[in-house]
């Protein structure tokens, strides 16, 4: 079944706006959440990354908010702009057992910034 | 400092042949894994390492083979290519320190059309 669940699957939004894209996950063996961009006919490149430690981390205008009771974290862009176009990916992976060295990665969100 | 090389980037099979994706890395990471990404199905985890010689299986290991002999190559071997093998193939890598992940990096791609 799949580790980890993500929402929405696309997403528009005008310039300026916020941006919110959700994630849940049941194993509670996992201890790193990151969240990946990827551009058409790219690679995906890590965007920022919470451990559960902490409820929220904040990089510039990419903000992660981490819910360990509920066991779900989400990605918020601030003042989206039209180069934050791309598809997003939530992931999550464990240090021990059977998660360690796996990273298990969202079905992803098409994010459209409006100009 | 290359990062994550893939080779080929781009390649076109019959059902039945057999190849090789390549896939090196320059950072000295010890965890490497592939991934193959399709429409609405987000990367799914084919085969990952946590160290030379050691492999296991991810998601959907079936059809495909690994091995690393080195801490820098990872190949996936495909043995009897399928029209179901058409895909993305993302190879990435990690270092970590034990019991914990950091961020992958993720090759470019090798674009597979099995025919």
């Known amino acids: 079944q799949q580790q980890v669940k993500q929402s929405p699957q696309s997403l528009i939004v005008q310039k300026g706006g916020i941006s919110i894209i959700n994630c849940a996950y049941e194993n509670t063996a996992f201890d790193y959440f990151p969240w990946y961009q990827q551009f058409p006919g790219k690679g995906p490149a890590l965007l920022i990354a919470i451990r559960p430690d902490v409820s929220e981390k904040k990089e510039g205008r990419f903000t992660i908010s981490f819910n360990k009771s509920a066991k779900q974290f989400s990605l918020h862009i601030m003042d989206s702009q039209p180069g934050d176009s791309a598809t997003y990916f939530c992931a999550a992976s464990g240090g021990r057992g059977s998660t360690l060295g796996r990273l298990y990665f969202g079905r992803g969100t098409q994010l459209t910034v409006w100009p | 400092n290359a990062g994550v090389t893939q080779t080929p980037k781009f390649q076109v099979l019959k059902t039945g042949q057999s190849m090789t994706l390549q896939c090196a890395q320059d950072?000295?990471?010890?965890?490497m894994s592939w991934y193959r990404q399709d429409p609405g199905m987000g990367l799914r985890l084919i085969h990952y390492?946590?160290?030379?010689?050691?492999?296991d299986q991810g998601e959907v290991p079936n059809g495909y083979n690994v091995s690393r002999s080195t801490t820098e190559d990872f190949p996936l071997r495909l043995l009897s290519a399928a029209p179901s093998q058409t895909s993305v193939y993302f190879c990435?890598?990690?270092?970590?320190?034990?019991?914990?992940?950091?961020?992958?990096?993720f090759g470019s791609g090798t674009r597979l059309t099995v025919v």
């Open positions: 950072m000295n990471h010890e965890y």
């Open positions: 390492s946590v160290g030379a010689g050691i492999t």
């Open positions: 990435a890598s990690s270092y970590s320190t034990p019991g914990t992940n950091y961020g992958y990096t």
